[in-house]
T-cell receptor, first 111, second 115 residues
């Protein structure tokens, strides 16, 4: 939705290169930030979440740091793997009610 | 074993007909949701329920009606189906414990095709 902006469309990387998927959000939606991942023909599932400013959050080799000063929550990984190919959603939660997903970024990792 | 069961997995319907998408969760969660995913729009929030009460509705059309007969059930009735309704419909749930960052757990989805 309009509350979040992600890296547009499709990102294609070669295996072993670093991953960075951008996510910026509207300040009003900064209570919690999430990254969800959806592999082909599967349901979305949580990858990372954070509510603490300037604290790095890590899971399954991915990490992100919430920066409220710049309204950003970029997703990073030092070395892409073929299995990282998926659709990635950044999602802010403005209150304890609804999770709004961004447009999604499709990551394709090639050999 | 899947903890959120959606039925059917695939559904084909004709324009103008009515269908019900089933969702049951066995995670002990108090909040349930419906999201829709299509080629035109990625994961789009539709409804949220908490303790069987409607909390939020972002679906413009009244053709979409959630139904919660039990705390762990949230079905989705769709009437007067249109080809544009073709999408994968995901049911999700969360703990709804205040305050917490509510992680959503998704079902495997029902892929609806309207001819």
């Amino acid at each position: 939705g309009d509350s979040v902006t992600q890296t547009e469309g499709l990102v294609t990387l070669t295996e072993g290169l670093p991953v960075m998927l951008n996510c910026t959000y509207q300040t009003a939606y900064s209570t919690f930030l999430f990254w969800y991942v959806q592999h082909l023909n599967e349901a979305p599932k949580l990858l990372l979440k954070s509510s603490t400013d300037n604290k790095r959050t890590e899971h399954q080799g991915f990490h992100a740091t919430l920066h409220k000063s710049s309204s950003s929550f970029h997703l990073q990984k030092s070395s892409a793997q073929l299995s990282d190919s998926a659709l990635y959603y950044c999602a802010p939660m403005p209150n304890y009610n609804v999770l709004y997903f961004g447009s999604g970024t499709k990551l394709t990792v090639e050999p | 074993d899947p903890k959120i069961i959606q039925k059917p997995k695939y559904l084909v319907a004709v324009t103008g007909s009515e269908k019900i998408l089933i969702c049951e969760q066995y995670l002990g969660h108090n909040a349930m949701y419906w999201y829709r995913q299509s080629a035109k729009k990625p994961l789009e929030f539709m409804f949220s329920y908490s303790y069987q009460k409607l909390m939020d509705n972002q679906t413009a059309s009244s053709r979409f009606q959630p139904q919660s007969s039990k705390k762990n059930h949230l079905d989705l009735q769709i009437t007067a189906l249109k080809p544009d309704d073709s999408a994968t419909y995901f049911c999700a749930s969360s703990t709804r414990e205040w305050p917490s960052a509510e992680t959503l757990y998704f079902g495997s989805g029902t892929r609806l095709t309207v001819l």
